[in-house]
């Protein structure tokens, strides 16, 4: 009978290892492919319990507050309330514009103006000096107003690299100017005042 080397028959056991070794792991990676759920993107909503995106929100009344939410999008299909210290969400402090009863605050000042987000847990509330961020565009004769927006704030959310797009946020805590087509001197419609 023919006798094998020992270090022949060592480096045939290491090919046949290495080989089983690297054909599991193909296996192993393959079956993961697809069935993952990682986190595609993130977005901003004004429920906890089902993702709503909206692009504007907009806060009545003297102290109005809207509450902020982060919801993942998996790549499973899954959306997911977000919570935790990885949230951080931003407002801009540079609004897009001036209200008609002057500019727009700071919201990032101390204390906030027109606006502070509170933070970590994305509650907007109205505070001094209050604002009116609408503008009554309708042209005598009409005696009904029409309001188009004319300035905002960005909020953004940010969770583990990613950045949700951007909510714009208006205010309506101060009334607007009174003139023959706003003879109740309303900010918007809904109609909301001081």
């Known amino acids: 009978m023919r006798k094998i080397s020992f270090w022949r028959y060592l480096a045939v056991n290491r090919k046949t290892l290495l080989t089983a070794l690297a054909s599991g792991l193909l296996i192993f990676s393959m079956l993961g492919c697809g069935t993952t759920d990682h986190l595609q993107s993130i977005q901003l909503s ?68 027109t606006v502070q987000l509170t933070t970590p847990n994305g509650l907007l509330t109205a505070v001094e000096p209050f604002a009116c961020t609408y503008e009554n565009t309708a042209v005598p004769p009409s005696t009904t107003p029409a309001f188009a927006v004319i300035g905002w704030y960005t909020v953004t959310s940010t969770y583990k690299g990613f950045t949700s797009p951007p909510a714009f946020v208006t205010l309506a805590s101060a009334g607007g100017i009174t003139s023959s087509s706003n003879p109740n001197g309303l900010c918007t419609n809904p109609p909301t005042g001081p």
């Open 46 to 113: 004004t429920s906890n319990t089902s993702e709503t995106a909206g692009s504007t929100l907009t806060l009545y009344g003297i102290g109005g507050t809207a509450q902020l939410y982060t919801w993942g999008n998996y790549s499973n299909g899954k959306q997911v309330l977000l919570y935790g210290n990885d949230i951080a969400y931003q407002i801009s402090s540079t609004p897009s514009g001036a209200a008609e009863t002057g500019s727009l605050g700071d919201p990032n000042a101390s204390p906030a103006q």
